[in-house]
């Protein structure tokens, strides 16, 4: 019996060409891409790369993405390197051009100096809609849920759905003992043989059952 698709292919759906296993396809080692996580782009999805913006490796932070991740057309994640100062009189990045003005830089942490508001970090099996937006440095909780088109500015706890401009949370998917029952499962661990076994309770709302599975 077949255990689900191969997590090393790329066009799982093949002939249909504008859905991948994303860490197929993943050359910047700055971005870690979990087993089965897919992205699908209405025309190319070569263009995932450059939907991380800003993402320059002299800041060295990364973009984490967990197992089973759905990633929807559009959607962009903005790095680091797109923060500014907001302390000084002007915001403009004069260091950065040289030729003189990178004296501005000397002596001073260029953490401090432009933000770093550290790496971007996805649980598993969170599901991005369309065309949202990810602020620098966000973490993204196990199953969580982003709407289309959402600013997603702050941490998304596990199991939240948000969205919005700034994104807020609209509903909780479980409760916080049903919850931290799902991170102790942690299905998306699982080998692929057990979770085709045990597909039927990983698609349906039986807490209970799937525990029980686990053991």
Excluded at 35 to 64: P, S
Excluded at 93 to 120: A, T
Excluded at 165 to 174: L, Q, V
Aim: a neutral charge; glycine letters at 8%.
């Amino acid at each position: 019996m077949p255990n689900g698709p191969n997590p090393g292919k790329l066009h799982p759906m093949s002939p249909h060409t504008n859905l991948v296993f994303l860490k197929n396809q993943i050359t910047n080692p700055y971005i870690i891409v979990g087993d089965y996580t897919y992205y699908a782009d209405f025309t190319d999805t070569q263009n995932f790369e450059k939907n991380v913006l800003y993402h320059f490796d002299f800041i060295g932070d990364k973009l984490i993405i967990g197992n089973f991740c759905a990633i929807a057309s559009d959607v962009k994640f903005i790095m680091n390197a797109a923060n500014h100062e907001t302390m000084p009189i002007s915001t403009f990045p004069f260091g950065v051009f040289g030729n003189g003005w990178e004296k501005i830089n000397k002596g001073v942490s260029l953490n401090n100096k432009y933000p770093n508001k550290g790496d971007m970090v996805f649980g598993h099996d969170v599901w991005i809609g369309y065309n949202a937006t990810i602020m620098p440095g966000v973490k993204i909780g196990n199953g969580a849920i982003i709407a289309a088109k959402a600013v997603v500015t702050k941490d998304v706890p596990d199991y939240a759905i948000v969205g919005g401009n700034p994104a807020k949370i609209i509903r909780m998917r479980y409760n916080e003992s049903q919850i931290a029952r799902l991170n102790k499962i942690a299905w998306w661990n699982w080998s692929a043989e057990k979770i085709t076994r045990h597909l039927t309770l990983i698609n349906a709302t039986d807490i209970d059952a799937l525990e029980k599975a686990g053991y």
